[in-house]
């Protein structure tokens, strides 16, 4: 872009006033170009103006009509409280507490800050914090958050700068930042997501090169947040990206080691500090293969953790409930072996554990297993070939079948959660869906098999009028991905 200089000839200077009305503002020195320096250095070249001949600023006559209609609002939904003050401007960046405390009391919503109120410092001010915090909290297991909820809330709210090791890694707080954001349902806020989609990616891919004690645990719930988000906006290309970088971060910290019996654990991780961070790297194996598996069918893909022989090298148990791990209610002797392997096999096991996760870790290897099968039929098969396929069929139905009469309903659950209602839910309807993708193969030609599809089908709708719509203002983004299967 070409610039015009607005300074004297004589002395190179502005005078008095002629600054653009960003320097201005900012109390910034201008140096007169048409945009300035400044405006060039903030990245806001088609916001830099000067005031001629009295008149105001565009900019500034825009952000007192914003103002207005902003203390408007304000008065609509808080009819016995006082205005807002001017100081709670369009386009000033918060940088401190003493920022904070020239706004108004009460103070503006969420939805009266701006892009540039973000953008311009490393972390909102701390009660928009606490606010983006709680609207991800509410929903965070629907998009695989596996670390314990209250002992992150409590180190995310600390008072300390980003980066400071008590606190969350920057990568994993920016990441649930805008997570809080898109939960909002907030207008204003919802516009901010690019800029803060951006400085999450970027800050996700230099986790592991923090110096962040837990860098690793929180790079990979950054990657499985952000591989969840793509999902959710349409974005498969960047959802498998990061679900791909889950995977290989999992593997090489050896979560599906966990409590091995037959192998030690070589992955870059120490000891767990306690049975709490102990259950986190449970859960978090588990909603790896979840969105693996989940993401695989979804797409019509294969998974990322694809190949039959890696079932046998996965020995982490199956997870609890989060409350479980600092009970003690998995005993520090105990040890574990095939956990996946077993499953699929039917093999009897005294890990048995039906908490939400484990069933839904569980529903959701049947129906990848389901379309995994769907996907080798082929009408044109020599005999022995259809043989074999029959075998599998059958004892692949056997376990979806017993797998289903197992579940809990969600309706049946005693003190249940949000969360969990909304995991059984999602369980309930992936291992339906598992019946009809295996049923869908010989649905044209079988009366059977189109009678226990149709069956599965009903299931799912039963399952969701069953539960209040209180819970499904937000639900895992698979239930809503339409998979398309041809009855072969």
């Given at each position: 872009m070409a610039s015009t200089s607005r300074a004297s000839p004589d002395n190179g200077k502005l005078q008095r006033g002629q600054a653009c009305f960003n320097c201005r503002r900012r109390k910034r020195k201008c140096d007169g170009n048409l945009p300035c320096s400044q405006c060039t250095r903030l990245d806001i070249e088609d916001d830099c103006e000067y005031t001629d001949s009295g008149k105001?600023?565009?900019?500034?006559?825009?952000?007192?009509?914003?103002?207005?209609?902003?203390?408007?609002?304000?008065?609509?939904?808080?009819?016995?409280?006082?205005?807002?003050k001017r100081d709670v401007s369009l386009h000033r960046p918060y940088c401190g507490s003493s920022d904070l405390n020239r706004v108004a009391t009460p103070r503006?919503?969420?939805?009266?800050?701006?892009?540039?109120?973000?953008?311009?410092?490393?972390?909102?001010?701390?009660?928009?914090?606490?606010?983006?915090?709680?609207?991800?909290?509410?929903?965070?297991?629907?998009?695989?958050?596996?670390?314990?909820?209250?002992?992150?809330?409590?180190?995310?709210?600390?008072?300390?700068?980003?980066?400071?090791?008590?606190?969350?890694?920057?990568?994993?707080?920016s990441t649930v930042y805008l997570w809080g954001l898109r939960l909002s349902n907030q207008p204003n806020l919802l516009a901010q997501e690019s800029a803060f989609l951006t400085r999450a990616v970027h800050l996700t891919g230099q986790g592991l090169s923090d110096t962040h004690p837990q860098r690793v645990m929180h790079t990979l719930q950054a990657e499985i947040l952000l591989a969840y988000f793509f999902f959710a906006s349409g974005r498969a290309l960047e959802g498998k990206y990061h679900t791909a970088a889950a995977i290989s971060l999992s593997l090489s910290s050896s979560l599906h080691l966990i409590r091995s019996e037959t192998h030690s654990s070589p992955g870059i991780l120490?000891?767990?500090?306690?049975?709490?961070?102990?259950?986190?790297?449970?859960?978090a194996w588990w909603t790896v293969m979840i969105l693996d598996k989940c993401w695989a069918v979804g797409l019509s893909e294969e998974p990322g953790f694809a190949h039959r022989d890696n079932l046998a090298i996965v020995d982490t148990p199956w997870p609890l409930e989060v409350d479980d791990y600092p009970k003690g209610n998995l005993p520090p002797s105990t040890r574990f072996s095939h956990t996946i392997q077993n499953f699929v096999s039917g093999t009897p096991t005294s890990d048995t554990a039906m908490s939400t996760l484990a069933m839904l870790a569980k529903a959701s290897f049947?129906?990848?297993?389901?379309?995994?099968?769907?996907?080798?039929?082929?009408?044109e098969m020599a005999v022995e070939q259809v043989s074999g396929f029959r075998r599998s069929f059958t004892r692949l139905d056997a376990l979806i079948d017993a797998f289903r009469d197992a579940?809990?309903?969600?309706?049946?659950?005693?003190?249940?959660?949000?969360?969990?209602?909304?995991?059984?839910?999602?369980?309930?309807?992936?291992?339906?869906?598992?019946?009809?993708?295996?049923?869908?193969?010989?649905?044209?030609?079988?009366?059977?098999?189109?009678?226990?599809?149709?069956?599965?089908?009903?299931?799912?709708?039963?399952?969701?009028?069953?539960?209040?719509?209180?819970?499904?203002?937000?639900?895992?983004?698979?239930?809503?991905?339409?998979?398309?299967?041809?009855d072969s």
């Open positions: 105001r600023a565009m900019s500034h006559i825009l952000e007192e009509d914003i103002f207005r209609l902003q203390n408007r609002i304000h008065d609509l939904e808080n009819p016995q409280r006082p205005k807002l503006p919503t969420l939805a009266y800050m701006s892009l540039e109120s973000w953008v311009a410092t490393s972390e909102p001010p701390t009660d928009m914090i606490q606010q983006l915090v709680d609207y991800f909290l509410a929903y965070s297991s629907e998009f695989g958050f596996f670390l314990n909820p209250a002992r992150f809330r409590q180190s995310a709210l600390l008072p300390f700068p980003a980066g400071h090791q008590s606190r969350p890694s920057p990568a994993l707080l120490p000891p767990a500090r306690d049975a709490t961070e102990e259950g986190e790297r449970i859960h049947l129906w990848q297993r389901a379309d995994e099968l769907a996907r080798t039929w082929k009408p579940l809990v309903p969600p309706n049946r659950i005693a003190q249940p959660t949000p969360a969990m209602t909304r995991a059984l839910v999602v369980a309930h309807s992936i291992a339906h869906a598992a019946a009809v993708r295996l049923h869908s193969i010989f649905a044209r030609t079988d009366a059977l098999a189109k009678r226990k599809r149709l069956a599965a089908a009903r299931s799912v709708l039963g399952i969701i009028a069953a539960v209040p719509l209180r819970h499904f203002r937000y639900i895992n983004p698979i239930m809503g991905v339409r998979v398309t299967w041809s």
